[in-house]
C-alpha cells in the first residue's frame, strides 16, 4: 500500500495522521482525568470527615469480587495489547481474537461488578437511605462511603460499556484495518487502558484503605 | 513480534504481581498500611500508562498533554485537601436547657 492510500488527504504523511489520533486522544484522556478527580476528591473529604466510620463502611465491601475485577481488567489490558501487536505485524485474525477476549473480559468485570457485588450489597442492605444496615456511630460515615462506592462504580462502569462498545465496533470492522493503517484500533486502546487505571485507583479507595488500619 | 509479545507478559506479570504486593500491603504488613497500598497503586499506574499505552514512544505533545493531566489532578487534588487536612475540629458542647 502507499503512502497516500495509508493516510487520509489532510495528512502530511501516515505518521502525521497517527500523532494527531494519539495526541487528540491523550487530550481527552486528560480532560477524563479531571472528570475523576473531583471524585477522588470527594472521597479525601468524606473520609477525613470522620475516618474510622467511612473505612468501617470499606471493610463491608467484596474484597474476593474486588480483586478478581481488578485481575479481569490486567488481563484485558493485555489481551488487547497483544491485539494491537498483531496487527500492527500484519495478522488481522490475531487481532480479532484478542480483541474478543479483551473484550469478554471486560464484559465479565460488568457482571461481576452489577450482577453479582452490587446484588449482595443491595441484600445486606448497603444503600444509603433510611434502611441503611450499618447501626451505631460508624452509620454516617459508612453511608458516606457507600455513597462513593455507588457513585463511582457506575461511572465506571458507565466507562467500561461505551469502551466495551467502541470494540465491539473496532472488532465489526475489523477488515478495514491493516498493518499499515490501524489508528482507530490504538486510539481505542489507549481509552481502554484509562479505564483500567481508573480502576486500579478506585480499586485500593474501595477495598484496600478500610482494611489497611 | 515475539519481542513485543514477551515485554507485555513481563508488563502484565508485573502488574499481577505488584496488585499481590498491595494486598501483602494491606493485610501482610500493616506497617506499610495506607501509605504502602498508595504508593504501589501510583506505580502501577505508572506502568500502566508505560506499559500497555506505550507512553514512552510517543512525541512531546502527548507528554505534554499527560504532564498536563497529572498537574491538573495534583492542583485539584493538593488544594482541595489542604482545608480538611488541616482544619480542627472542636467538640460541639450543646447547652442543655
Known amino acids: 500500500m502507499s503512502d497516500a492510500a495509508a493516510h487520509e488527504f489532510q495528512f502530511s504523511s501516515a505518521e502525521h495522521q497517527r500523532e494527531t489520533a494519539i495526541s487528540g486522544v491523550w487530550l481527552f484522556l486528560a480532560t477524563e482525568a479531571l472528570f475523576f478527580g473531583p471524585i477522588f476528591l470527594a472521597w479525601i473529604y468524606a473520609r477525613l470527615a470522620d475516618p474510622s466510620a467511612f473505612d468501617a463502611g470499606g471493610r463491608q465491601t467484596e474484597l474476593t469480587i474486588g480483586v478478581t475485577n481488578t485481575a479481569l481488567l490486567i488481563a484485558s489490558s493485555f489481551a488487547y495489547s497483544i491485539g494491537l501487536a498483531c496487527i500492527e505485524f500484519g495478522s488481522r485474525r490475531g487481532m480479532v481474537l484478542w480483541l474478543l477476549i479483551a473484550w469478554t473480559l471486560g464484559a465479565a468485570f460488568l457482571g461481576l461488578k452489577f450482577g453479582v457485588e452490587w446484588r449482595m450489597d443491595l441484600e445486606k442492605g448497603l444503600f444509603p437511605g433510611a434502611n441503611f444496615s450499618v447501626h451505631g456511630p460508624s452509620r454516617s460515615g459508612a453511608q458516606l462511603f457507600f455513597a462513593f462506592y455507588f457513585f463511582s462504580t457506575a461511572l465506571h462502569g458507565l466507562h467500561l460499556l461505551v469502551g466495551l462498545a467502541l470494540l465491539a465496533w473496532i472488532i465489526s470492522k475489523a477488515r478495514q484495518f491493516t498493518a499499515e493503517r490501524h489508528n482507530s484500533v490504538r486510539v481505542v486502546g489507549l481509552y481502554w487502558t484509562f479505564i483500567d487505571i481508573i480502576w486500579l485507583i478506585l480499586f485500593p479507595l474501595i477495598y484496600l484503605i478500610g482494611r489497611a488500619s | ?97
Open chain 2, 1 to 97: 513480534m515475539t519481542a513485543v509479545v514477551l515485554r507485555l507478559i513481563s508488563v502484565a506479570s508485573l502488574m499481577f504481581a505488584l496488585l499481590a504486593a498491595e494486598l501483602a500491603a494491606t493485610f501482610a504488613f500493616p506497617g506499610w498500611g495506607r501509605s504502602g497500598v498508595a504508593v504501589i497503586a501510583a506505580t502501577m499506574v505508572g506502568v500502566a500508562a508505560f506499559g500497555f499505552m506505550d507512553l514512552r514512544q510517543e512525541g512531546v505533545v502527548v507528554w505534554l498533554f499527560a504532564a498536563a493531566a497529572l498537574l491538573w489532578l495534583i492542583i485539584l487534588l493538593g488544594l482541595g485537601a489542604l482545608d480538611p487536612m488541616t482544619r480542627t475540629l472542636y467538640p460541639t458542647v450543646i447547652a442543655v436547657p
